[in-house]
């Protein structure tokens, strides 16, 4: 057995599909997990994985058919039991905090229904979302016992393919990457989903005014950050989702530098001066600190101080949870416009901390149960337009996703659909 490495810049990993949300996790959990439906990384097209076919009988009822011959690694034939079950132990986890995207992306099922080689999904509400959510990491089938049906199964702290060993190691270049290697075949991916950005906490102090928000949103002169952002080969954001997400809507002119209006803003909100900390943590890209460093030079021509809070994991997510934030510095990658509900609505993770649901709930709402692409994607973009309005959102850049491996022990590795490598059979 081949013995092989798979170096990350950090050490947090989650071995539970469910609950995986940064990429070192997605990416492990998803060479164990298959999912239902699959997505083509170039082209967006829904693909067949375990499920061989699926057709919605009407707006609240999907059919898939499940590919015969499958087995989780202990040998247990997969069944559409085995896959209601999987299901069902999702929908469990709604008490979890922060809520799972695997919990939001259940929204409006009502129940599941299965015969021999077909589950049945029944929905109470139209979910738009629903067969992109299943080709995602997050909805993988997992077995009672934790097992999965990909080629690759947990073996101690490692994996294995039953003819390789893949060990994933901090800060070890190893034969595959989570970054560019020098002598190593590249593969990249321009992240489909939420941009970059700061996410005010809209519920604390001068925050809570959209007018304050909105200010400094327009105090960022994000071309002057190119030189910094092309470093990692990031292109400035020109709105709340990735132009490769399904829905993006062009926001440039609203994101345009413009100190004036801001001005006026601050003005008519009673603010002067202002301190602001963004919480974040600088292991998942080398361009972190060094662009919040630039975008707080910028705001402190106006009088503006944002001070930068490079936090260990244990804090980062203590924090998040009790809210003790000014602002929150991320992204999330995912394929379907949907993950603006599952961010932004006060029902879901609310990363705004708003206090209550209004008319952008509705809109979230409502794009999830729109039946009509057309349609939905007219909300999807009212939905960014408000966001980026009312300064919930203030886009930096937008991800690109980096991965190396030796070509000399690996062949055919590429990104997918999530920006997660995929590492083919021999």
């Known amino acids: 057995m081949s013995d092989l490495t798979f170096g990350w810049p950090t050490r947090q990993l989650v071995d539970d599909p469910r609950l995986a949300y940064n990429s070192i996790s997605k990416t492990y959990c998803r060479l164990i997990y298959e999912s239902l439906l699959d997505i083509d990384p170039n082209t967006g097209e829904l693909l067949p994985w375990l499920a061989t076919s699926w057709h919605y009988r009407d707006p609240l009822t999907l059919d898939l058919t499940i590919r015969p011959g499958a087995e989780f690694s202990d040998g247990t034939l997969l069944t559409s039991q085995a896959i209601a079950q999987s299901f069902s132990d999702i929908a469990a986890l709604q008490q979890i905090s922060p809520r799972p995207a695997a919990v939001a992306a259940l929204a409006g099922l009502d129940r599941i229904e299965t015969g021999i080689g077909v589950v049945t999904f029944h929905f109470s509400s139209h979910n738009?979302?629903?067969?992109?959510?299943?080709?995602?990491?997050?909805?993988?089938?997992?077995?009672?016992?934790?097992?999965?049906?990909?080629?690759?199964?947990?073996?101690?702290?490692?994996?294995?393919?039953?003819?390789?060993?893949?060990?994933?190691?901090?800060?070890?270049?190893?034969?595959?990457?989570?970054g560019r290697v020098d002598g190593h075949r590249v593969v990249e991916l321009r992240n489909p989903g939420l941009s970059y950005g700061l996410c005010p906490n809209a519920s604390r102090g001068p925050l809570t005014d959209p007018r304050v928000r909105r200010a400094l949103s327009l105090l960022i002169d994000r071309s002057a950050l190119q030189p910094i952002l092309d470093t990692d080969g990031y292109p400035v954001a020109s709105s709340v989702l990735t132009p490769t997400t399904a829905g993006y809507r062009d926001c440039s002119a609203e994101l345009a530098h413009d100190p004036v209006t801001a001005r006026r803003l601050l003005i008519a909100a009673g603010v002067q001066r202002l301190s602001v900390e963004v919480v974040f943590n600088s292991t998942f890209s080398p361009v972190d600190a060094s662009m919040l460093a630039a975008v707080a030079a910028q705001w402190a021509?106006?009088?503006?101080?944002?001070?930068?809070?490079?936090?260990?994991?244990?804090?980062?997510?203590?924090?998040?949870?009790?809210?003790?934030?000014?602002?929150?510095?991320?992204?999330?990658?995912g394929s379907d416009p949907d993950l603006l509900r599952y961010q932004f609505a006060v029902t879901q993770r609310n990363m705004n901390r708003r206090t209550g649901p209004d008319d952008l709930d509705t809109l979230l709402d409502a794009q999830l149960t729109c039946a009509d692409p057309d349609g939905r994607s007219e909300l999807v973009h009212e939905i960014q337009r408000r966001i980026i309005d009312s300064g919930l959102w203030l886009?930096?850049?937008?991800?690109?996703?980096?991965?190396?491996?030796?070509?000399?022990?690996?062949?055919?590795?590429?990104?997918?659909?999530?920006?997660?490598?995929?590492?083919?059979?021999?």
């Open 128 to 178: 738009a979302a629903f067969p992109r959510w299943l080709a995602s990491v997050n909805l993988a089938i997992r077995s009672r016992s934790g097992r999965g049906t990909g080629r690759w199964v947990q073996s101690g702290d490692a994996l294995t393919d039953r003819t390789r060993r893949l060990a994933f190691r901090q800060g070890d270049t190893g034969d595959v990457y989570a």
């Open 301 to 333: 021509q106006y009088g503006i101080e944002l001070v930068l809070a490079d936090v260990d994991f244990p804090e980062l997510r203590n924090r998040q949870l009790s809210g003790d934030y000014d602002v929150r510095f991320f992204y999330f990658t």
């Open 395 to 426: 886009p930096i850049c937008d991800v690109r996703t980096v991965t190396s491996y030796r070509p000399s022990v690996l062949s055919g590795v590429y990104l997918d659909a999530e920006a997660l490598a995929r590492i083919p059979g021999t």
